[in-house]
């Protein structure tokens, strides 16, 4: 039995993560649930699955939530510091770290630190901070174990081929709502629009990043990080049905690849289960139902947040920092109808420029970097027209 942590349990991955417990109940127990602002659904799920903790990082929910939990064994807590004080709770086995973008790098850090092993779904963090975090995870002996499906796949792939040379990973990229559209077409496209995502249910942000092209951008970068990889390594091809996860090729020339229909509990309960398998009731993949797979090259010139995103790769330091926070902020103000589609990738083309380059940061530097980055994409923001 595992005790599972779970930070950020009411997004989606969280929810799914619970799904995964439940239909595991001899493998797995929810210790400890989080949730952001979510009251409603943090009291379901603890109710559900009473978990020893329930944390709400919005303190002015704290009564709320504690007084519909007051008559079961639940701590309840309030605020970001009980995360990152309680991820590293020794009755902790696994910590899932499915909190939205950089909020979710310190208490990663706090959970290596406490020997937990990871199971990331939290891309951010190894954007951030990639360097870091691998080497503090190597120095404490944790595994970080990705749940994005992407990454997952590739994990898969490199099973038993620890002695093997990749020659390169090959990332899939749906290509999101508007691929194959082109420049003046996105002008105009909706926060409505973009949030229609034709293969796969996410939270607002992460598809908005998908129909950008810049959930790709920081994949590649987490890439880097969590297998050891030169830029010049990783490749994105687009892959509009989702079925083909993603791909390695050796260096004598072959490639594997992992395959199965796009549903997020399968990369979510492997690494819960990592190193073994268990059988699930998931939905089977049917090779008739898909009588074509097809492939093409990601457009760079329109959706430039990818070109972006290897850009900050190629430069390192606190470069892959500045680009994810400047993209949160962008990313913020579309969903506020406050800027637009093609807008976000000159927000974050100019916080590159203009933000202080930091060839080997700290952790101090990333959170000046993220901080400054912030205000200084919001000031851009500011001087925009408002939109229609």
């Known amino acids: ?32 649930i989080t949730a952001n602002a979510n009251a409603y659904l943090l009291i379901q799920q603890a109710l559900e699955f009473v978990p020893r903790y329930a944390i709400i990082c919005d303190e002015t929910k704290y009564d709320e939530v504690k007084q519909a939990l007051a008559h079961l064994p639940i701590q309840v807590l309030a605020g970001y510091d009980a995360i990152k004080e309680l991820v590293s709770h020794p009755d902790i086995d696994v910590v899932l770290t ?13 959970a290596i630190r406490a020997g937990k092993d990871i199971a990331l779904a939290n891309k951010e963090t190894l954007v951030v901070a990639g360097e870091m975090v691998t080497a503090l995870a190597k120095e404490h002996g944790v595994k970080i174990l990705p749940v994005d499906s992407e990454h997952s796949a590739i994990f898969q792939c490199l099973a038993g081929e620890e002695n093997n040379r990749i020659e390169k990973i090959i990332l899939t990229a749906s290509g999101g709502p508007f691929r194959g ?23 607002a942000k992460i598809t908005i990043d998908s129909a950008s092209l810049m959930n790709k951008g920081l994949e590649v970068i987490e890439a880097k990080w969590l297998f050891d990889l030169q830029p010049d390594q990783i490749e994105v091809i687009v892959h509009p049905q989702s079925i083909i996860h993603s791909l390695v090729q050796f ?43 097809t492939f093409e090259q990601p457009d760079m010139v329109t959706f430039r947040n990818l070109k972006l995103a290897f850009e900050a790769l190629d430069q390192g330091g606190n470069m892959p ?53 912030r205000i200084f994409a919001q000031n851009l923001i500011e001087k925009m027209p408002l939109k229609a």
């Open 1 to 32: 039995m595992k005790n599972i942590a779970i930070l950020g349990s009411t997004g989606s991955i969280g929810t799914q993560t619970l799904e995964v417990i439940k239909d595991n109940p001899q493998l797995f127990k929810a210790f400890m």
């Open 321 to 373: 920092c500045i680009i994810n926070a400047a993209n949160e902020v962008a990313v913020a103000a579309f969903l506020q109808n406050r800027t637009g589609f093609l807008e976000m990738s000159d927000i974050i083309e100019s916080c590159m420029q203009n933000i202080a380059f930091i060839a080997h940061p700290t952790l101090h530097d990333y959170l000046n970097t993220d901080k400054e980055t």
């Open 98 to 110: 499915a909190m939205v973008g950089f909020s979710g790098l310190v208490p990663t850090i706090n």
């Open 181 to 203: 559209r082109d420049a003046a077409s996105l002008a105009s496209v909706t926060r409505e629009n973009a949030l229609k995502h034709p293969n796969w249910v996410m939270g």
């Open 251 to 293: 260096e004598d020339g072959s490639i594997k690849a992992q395959m199965g229909l796009p549903d997020m509990k399968l990369p979510i309960q492997y690494a819960l289960t990592y190193p073994g398998r268990v059988k699930s009731n998931f939905k089977r993949f049917n090779f008739a139902d898909y009588a074509q797979l």
